[in-house]
Nanobody, 120 residues
Framework: VQLVESGGGLVQIGGSLRLSCTAS????????VIWARQVPEKGFEWLGG???????DYGDSIKGRITISRDNANAAAYLKINNLKPEDTALYYC???????????????RGQGTQVTVSA
């Protein structure tokens, strides 16, 4: 399964954004999906994930401002971020975790990412 993220861009502080993760190949509905972001000086940050049954879990750092969802019919997953802050500026990417374990840290597929920049 190949993953491609989209929806990033330049947004104002306090705004919202929905990122998409589109999968090609078969079997998307059988996989869990996680979202993460990376900033050069801060490294990797796991944001949350969604199990194949739709159950979600979120990281403490951003819980309350994000919603992860999926649309198996269209082989896509989504990350909605509200009340964007400058520290949300990062490269956001989606990935399929090994063994469908949201917390595994190893991924069988990962997209190239989409850049989100938050400014005043």
């Amino acid at each position: 399964v190949q993953l491609v993220e989209s929806g990033g861009g330049l947004v104002q502080i306090g705004g919202s954004l929905r990122l998409s993760c589109t999968a090609s190949g078969s079997g998307f509905s059988s996989y869990a999906v996680i979202w993460a972001r990376q900033v050069p000086e801060k490294g990797f940050e796991w944001l949350g994930g969604i199990h194949k049954n739709g159950r979600t879990d979120y990281g403490d750092s951003i819980k309350g401002r994000i919603t992860i969802s999926r649309d198996n019919a269209n082989a896509a997953a989504y990350l909605k971020i509200n009340n964007l802050k400058p520290e949300d500026t990062a490269l956001y990417y989606c990935a399929i975790p090994r063994n469908n374990n949201l917390y595994d840290g190893q991924y069988i597929s990962r997209g190239q990412g989409t850049q989100v920049t938050v400014s005043a």
